[in-house]
């Protein structure tokens, strides 16, 4: 995106790639369509430790902005619901997109390209030892990423280089990433694998998502676990309201009085699959006939199902996270430009820096926008 803007103001871009094929991240997301940008896209949709430093990016090339690049295209999409685009065919679709915006500006693509060295000369050109030779530019874009799902080619490259040049990085740590366990609570998770709830209010402290949550055979997934997962430090417990839009009590004290020989685990197969019906009320312990739970026991049931508080033993890490928290530090950077401070010509966009986007479509919003900030910037200083 970046590359793609540059050329086409007039300068002579290069872009080197040390996968082998381009844009491998793009074409796995979304399921193989690529949720490519969120039309609710807003800075509190983002997490960094200064949540003010994505706005002037954000502001400057907005989804609708993304949006028209892709439907002059023709490239057909649909939104997914809460704002969520996707294309109604391949992702790949949208890496063709941007490597013919390239082409269009005669942006050279090199892949399978090993970066050996990265220096800056005196005259402040940038030099480029790789396995195909050396390479000298005015101005280095550092669009690296973050370290989530390794077999993409993922690598700490981009904040490699940046602390060789003195800027901090904030501690990475993986995101939007399903949550593991060890406990008593990894085996009825097994036992549940594969039953998904929806909806479900997953929180933690004040922080708090309403989306699905889905049992696996290492403990909790689905979009309300990978979203609040981006809040959570270890140790932190999660509390689960697997009923939101219902009292469990109250539904309870009525079939008590109704159906006062049924089981609880029967009573709650009217809310929950049968798999997950008797699992909770197994861990409950009072798995009754209704007519002999009393308000107390009601109640014990009732916060079972409105507050499970489990505590995750950690998180599957980077080979499922979908993005990396954490990165180059914003203070480094200048948020109108996205060059560093106090290298003149080092620039930094994308997942590599320390703005991490909530799971739908935000953290590809953020890539865009800050390519094209970082463009004009560079355009700017070297008209």
Known sequence: MAAA??????????????????????????????????????????????PHFCKSALARFTPKDFIALVEQYGIAYHDKGRGQLFCDGKSQQIIDMLVSECEKASVRIIP?????????????HYKIETSRGPFVSNSLVIATGGLSIPKTGATPFGYRIAEQFGLSVIPPRAALVPFMFSDEFLSLAKDLSGISVDPCVVKIDKTSFEEAILFTHRGLSGP?????????????PVHINLLPHRNMEELLKTERKDSPKKMLRTVLEHYFSERLAHGLAKISGVDEQ?????????????????????????TEGYRTAEVTLGGVDTNSLSSKTMEARDISGLYFI????????????????????????CADAVLAKVS
């Not at 790639?17 to 949709?45: L, V, Y």
């Not at 309300?224 to 932190?236: E, H």
């Not at 049931?301 to 950690?314: A, D, E, F, R, Y």
Request: proline share 2%; charged share 20%.
């Open 224 to 236: 309300a676990i990978l979203q609040i997962s981006s809040y959570w430090k270890d140790g932190d």
């Open 350 to 373: 994308g997942e590599v820096v320390d703005v991490t986007g909530q799971l739908g479509g935000f953290n590809f919003q953020w890539a865009w926008s800050s390519a094209v900030c």
């Open 112 to 124: 399978n390209t090993i970066i050996e060295n990265v220096d800056r000369n005196e005259d402040g």
């Open 5 to 50: 803007r540059i050329g086409q103001g007039g300068k002579s871009v290069l872009i080197l790639d040390h996968s082998e094929t381009i844009g491998e991240k793009i074409r796995i997301s979304g399921g193989g369509r690529c949720n490519f940008t969120n039309i609710h896209t807003k800075p509190a949709n983002f997490l960094s430790s200064n």
């Open 290 to 314: 209704m007519g002999n739970l009393s308000d107390k026991k009601i109640a014990v049931v009732s916060n079972l199902i409105h507050n499970w508080t489990v505590k995750p033993c950690g």
